[in-house]
């Protein structure tokens, strides 16, 4: 489907917004710095979209969003990045299509849970309790069979989560296909190809790097590429798609629920797990950082949090959650600006080190800025929610383009530090 030059924009928007966030979340990982980079991508969502009805959902899309990417953070993948890492085919194109698949398992349940937000209405309600617990159900289901029962383990001796969100994406692939969420189930799918082809493509990308000792943290651009990619993929899948008109505004308890876990929670969790004085003091002192400038950097964290929270507060309840783009707007920046301000603190910017990266994550955020005010309604004309042929045909092509640069760079490169051997090659 053709594109014009408004909805480039809008992807465009939602793509840097994704990446940025994605790549501060490498300073945090796990569950709780991607579901913060995921809200952040949520919000962004919403922001170009130009639909009133939608701002009144933000925070239940921003929730979502989070939860779905979040789930994923669960999932190991240090050696798989290492398996890409091979000289040898069999391990290399098998740590890059496994990258596809945990990228992909991102996509999939984090644009399956945010297309489900937006497509939920008064007269065809998501159940969410419902959809819940088939997920967790799926997900155990799959784990004890796949990991426990035919042992099929991606990553040994590490956690092997990756079944249990497997799991899970099918539930909730089965969930929105038998209760007609068509948009949702088209969204869910592209949105994996994008996150999968984004994860696959950032350790070649990283590879390449380190191989051309390029004087830049590679394991950021890897992150970059996966939430630019799975980004695009979703502002993309849901532009295109049809959706009901004026959905229904949540209520004041659903808002509340929303913003408190996705605005309030999870950023004191991140700070609870990476952030706090004796966290930094070991974190820093690495870098040969004095534990007075690590004490005083946890407590200016933990400020700008609270900070952040304070000004949610303040400014939901005096609106009483009725969110005008200038409203929203600022919400996502000071989200993100946050997320990326912790993010040069715990780098150890008191101390005088700025990593070039974080320039570019400013350089982003100014980029964003700039452009969401120059986007119009980026939906198409000719909107349409089956996944087709073409779909199909992108799937192959991208595990097809995925094995032939797996191919091209054990042609380049002999044995590199940090490689890690799945199969043994005689």
């Known amino acids: 489907m053709k594109l014009n030059k408004n909805q480039l924009l809008s992807i465009l928007v939602v793509a840097m917004s994704f990446g940025t966030a994605w790549a501060v979340r490498g300073q945090f990982g796990h569950e709780q710095g991607a579901a913060w980079a995921a809200g952040i991508g949520g919000l962004a969502l919403v922001l170009v979209s130009g639909r009133n009805d939608w701002y009144q959902r933000a925070l239940s899309v921003t929730l979502a969003s989070a939860v779905g990417w979040g789930m994923g953070g669960m999932i190991?993948?240090?050696?798989?990045?290492?398996?890409?890492?091979?000289?040898?085919?069999?391990?290399?194109?098998?740590?890059?299509?496994?990258?596809?698949?945990?990228?992909?398992?991102?996509?999939?349940?984090?644009?399956?849970?945010?297309?489900?937000?937006?497509?939920?209405?008064?007269?065809?309600?998501?159940?969410?309790?419902?959809?819940?617990?088939?997920?967790?159900?799926?997900?155990?289901?799959?784990?004890?069979?796949?990991?426990?029962?035919?042992?099929?383990?991606?990553?040994p001796p590490r956690s092997e989560a990756w079944a249990f969100c497997f799991g899970a994406g099918l539930a909730l692939v089965w969930y929105m296909a038998r209760n007609g969420f068509k948009s949702s189930l088209k969204v869910a799918f592209i949105t994996m190809l994008g996150g999968g082809f984004g994860f696959a493509f950032g350790n070649f990308l990283q590879i390449v790097g380190n191989l051309l000792e390029i004087n830049f943290n590679m394991w950021n651009v890897m992150e970059y590429s996966i939430g630019f990619f799975g980004g695009s993929a979703l502002a993309y899948s849901i532009f295109t798609s049809p959706w009901p008109q004026n959905i229904e505004k949540p209520k004041p308890w659903e808002n509340r629920v929303s913003y408190i876990i996705a605005l309030v929670f999870i950023p004191l969790v991140v700070f609870q797990q990476s952030m706090t004085i004796p966290l930094l003091t070991e974190r820093l002192g690495n870098s040969g950082i004095d534990a007075k400038t690590a004490m005083i950097s946890s407590i200016l964290t933990g400020l700008l949090i609270c900070l952040v929270i304070i000004f949610y507060v303040v400014k939901f309840e005096k609106t009483k959650f009725s969110f005008a783009k200038n409203t929203l707007f600022w919400v996502f920046l000071t989200f993100i600006a946050v997320y990326v301000a912790i993010s040069f603190i715990v780098s150890g910017v008191l101390a005088g080190h700025v990593p070039f990266n974080h320039v570019l994550y400013v350089v982003n955020i100014i980029v964003v800025a700039a452009l969401w005010r120059l986007v119009k309604s980026p939906f198409t004309s000719a909107p349409n929610h089956d996944v087709k042929r073409i779909h199909w045909q992108m799937l192959a092509m991208v595990l097809i383009i995925i094995v032939l640069l797996a191919l091209l760079l054990v042609n380049i490169h002999g044995e590199l530090g940090g490689a890690q051997t799945r199969f043994g090659i005689d």
């Open 76 to 155: 190991s993948y240090g050696k798989i990045v290492g398996y890409g890492r091979s000289d040898d085919f069999v391990n290399a194109a098998y740590g890059l299509l496994m990258l596809f698949v945990i990228g992909g398992l991102y996509g999939l349940i984090g644009g399956g849970l945010t297309g489900l937000t937006l497509e939920s209405t008064g007269e065809k309600k998501v159940k969410w309790a419902q959809l819940i617990t088939e997920m967790i159900a799926g997900g155990l289901v799959a784990y004890g069979f796949l990991v426990m029962q035919l042992e099929l383990l991606m990553t």
